[in-house]
């Protein structure tokens, strides 16, 4: 499992700034993100912005589709003192487990709603860093559950597409019920 306290963030970029994150069932969330042609300015911008909402919301993931942005990122920080930021482009499930396990999820695009979902119980990813080298971690526990979970969202998929119509039906009457009242 490589040790991401290991590896340099990326520089820091002085004008971050807050993301609008989409919220279900907005049909944007459904978009495919297509691969990051080359990891330059502009995506390690898109890093920072996209970590700097996520720690700002507070979750402990964002895919960037999630921010209409519809390329391969992901940010994830699991830790409890938010300060070990996790960057995945054009990542890549290698390999996962057989034994499967459920976990209680949530989403930043679904906020206030959690349920079960069944995932395999350990992943082996490959991505680039935010300097656009390649790596590979093993993830297994929460950080399993979270990158999958991203992943999701840079296919087009919201993790209440696991649970049940019914269920979906009441997340969105829900959400649709949260947005007139903002």
Not at 9 to 35: Q, S, T
């Amino acid at each position: 499992m490589a040790d991401f306290r290991a590896l340099p963030c990326a520089p820091i970029i002085h004008n971050m700034a807050l993301l609008k994150i989409l919220n279900y069932p907005d049909k944007r969330l459904n978009k495919v993100a297509k691969p990051v042609a080359a990891v330059d300015d502009r995506i390690r911008q898109l890093v920072a912005d996209m970590a700097e909402t996520m720690y700002a919301a507070p979750g402990v993931g964002l895919a960037a589709t999630q921010v209409d942005a519809h390329e391969r990122v992901i940010v994830i920080d699991i830790s409890d003192a938010h300060d070990e930021l996790l960057v995945f482009i054009n990542p890549e499930i290698v390999w996962s487990s057989e034994t499967k396990k459920e976990w209680e999820e949530g989403c930043l695009s679904v906020p206030g709603i959690y349920d079960f979902v069944e995932r395999p119980e350990k992943v082996r990813v490959k991505a680039l860093n935010e300097k656009g080298e390649t790596f590979e971690i093993d993830c297994d526990g929460l950080l399993a559950v979270c990158i999958q979970h991203e992943m999701d969202h840079l296919a087009g998929h919201v993790f209440v597409e696991y649970l049940s119509t019914l269920k979906q039906t009441r997340i969105r009457g829900k959400m649709k019920k949260l947005e007139k009242a903002l």
